[in-house]
């Protein structure tokens, strides 16, 4: 699956109205888009799939911020599409992040980033598993 990787929109994107022009730069930078649903995450699911950052101190706050709002998840499709999607959202911190990538584009700050990018072959497996049956990809 190393040509495929997921992604989701997070809440202060979607809420700030960024999704379309969002979805718009990943299939301009040559993702083909396999799966795509809106939906949203209660705290528990929030929790569940960031189950992995737990012990840190920003969890709940991630959780909470997770789980405030609608999302859009989406499987893509690319060559080399884990680190291919990686350069394109940019740093986690948007301040950080290089110029013309998502996330210095869309993100307010380093907690609210705007997107989730998986960062790995094997995340990006689970992490779609998460949310798309097989019978929901193309």
Do not use: C, W
């Amino acid at each position: 699956m190393s040509n495929r990787t997921f992604t989701m929109i997070k809440p202060d994107a979607f809420a700030n109205g960024h999704s379309g022009a969002i979805l718009d730069m990943i299939v301009k930078a040559g993702f083909r888009l396999v799966a795509l649903k809106m939906t949203s995450l209660s705290s528990q699911k929030a929790g569940e799939f960031y189950s992995v950052h737990q012990a840190r101190p920003f969890y709940s706050e991630l959780v909470e911020f997770m789980s405030r709002g609608p999302i859009i998840a989406a499987i893509l499709e690319k060559e080399n599409a884990v680190a291919d999607f990686r350069k394109l959202i940019g740093a986690t911190d948007p301040a950080k992040a290089d110029p013309g990538t998502i996330r210095k584009l869309f993100a307010a700050s380093l907690g609210e980033n705007a997107i989730h990018g998986s960062d790995s072959d094997e995340n990006a497996r689970t992490e779609s598993d998460f949310f798309f049956s097989n019978l929901e990809r193309i």
